[in-house]
């Protein structure tokens, strides 16, 4: 399966990025759509959509958090970093700091953000990820620039 992980459109995105995310299973993101419609290109890729609610929402039509399990593993999605992990996490998807993070902690949680698409920072590229996740297999992130 593989997974397109987006983060921070804050209403703006790249002309192309529906179209590279097309090849997608289903597409996460992460937070700060901001508005509903900034979302209807990728509505209609067909493709199942889950997006939480972001910090710069103008409403709250999404979930704070949201929990999914894919080839068995938990994947935790939320906009803000967590202070804590609910049990049995695997992986924390994060938006919020337009900044890529890839990194496992001490308890074997792996932390993931994909970047921002509109607004990077900290001299990070504008940026999404791939993940695929296949039964049998660790979970593969790959971050693309936009």
Request: charged share 20%; with cysteine; glycine share 6%.
């Amino acid at each position: 399966m593989r997974i397109a992980v987006i983060s921070d459109t804050h209403d703006r995105y790249p002309a192309d990025l529906p179209a590279r995310l097309a090849a997608a299973d289903e597409i996460w993101h992460l937070g700060d759509v901001c508005e509903p419609e900034v979302l209807v290109e990728f509505e209609q890729l067909g493709k199942p959509l889950h997006v939480v609610l972001g910090n710069n929402e103008a409403h709250n039509f999404w979930p704070l958090e949201l929990t999914l399990e894919r080839a068995g593993w938990r994947f935790f999605l939320t906009h803000i970093p967590p202070r804590r992990v609910p049990r049995g996490t695997h992986f924390v998807l994060h938006g919020h700091t337009h900044v890529p993070r890839d990194e496992t902690d001490a308890a074997g949680v792996r932390w993931l953000n994909p970047g921002c698409i509109s607004r990077p920072n900290r001299g990070a590229p504008a940026s999404f990820a791939w993940l695929t996740v296949e039964a049998g297999a660790p979970p593969q992130w790959k971050l693309m620039r936009v």
